[in-house]
């Protein structure tokens, strides 16, 4: 018998954290860090910790659609007087643009295979 590695998801008792999972984002999970990065009061270490965390997590076109979270980290990126803060949010948004753009490359393509399929 061959004997695969069992994967996270199989273990039963292992616990992840939703907010630092990479592929089970939700709204509410970008909403929170959005409030951080919008909060004035915010703390450069909590501020730096939520982008970090927006650069951890896979989001979706329809998610970044909705939670308009790539205007605000963009505005960063273009605003920010700290030029740390500026290059981190820079690497955020060409990260999202280049999985975004992936993501519709792909769908296009599942699309096209589907409307060309033709029954024999």
């Known amino acids: ?13 292992v616990q992840t954290s ?16 959005k409030q951080t990065l919008l909060t004035a009061s915010t703390s450069r270490t909590d501020f730096v910790s939520a982008l970090r965390q927006l650069s951890s997590m896979l989001l979706t076109k329809d998610l970044l659609e909705r939670s308009m979270i ?16 500026r290059t981190l949010a820079k690497g955020i948004v060409e ?6 753009r992936e993501q519709v490359g792909r769908d296009t393509k599942k699309a096209r295979g589907v409307a060309g399929w033709r029954k024999p």
């Open 1 to 13: 018998p061959v004997r695969r590695q069992a994967t996270l998801h199989q273990l039963g008792k």
């Open 18 to 33: 939703r907010s630092s999972s990479y592929y089970n984002v939700n709204i509410e999970d970008v909403e929170s860090q």
């Open 70 to 85: 790539g205007v605000c980290v963009n505005k960063i990126a273009k605003k920010h007087p700290d030029i740390e803060m």
């Open 95 to 100: 990260k999202w643009r280049t999985e975004v």
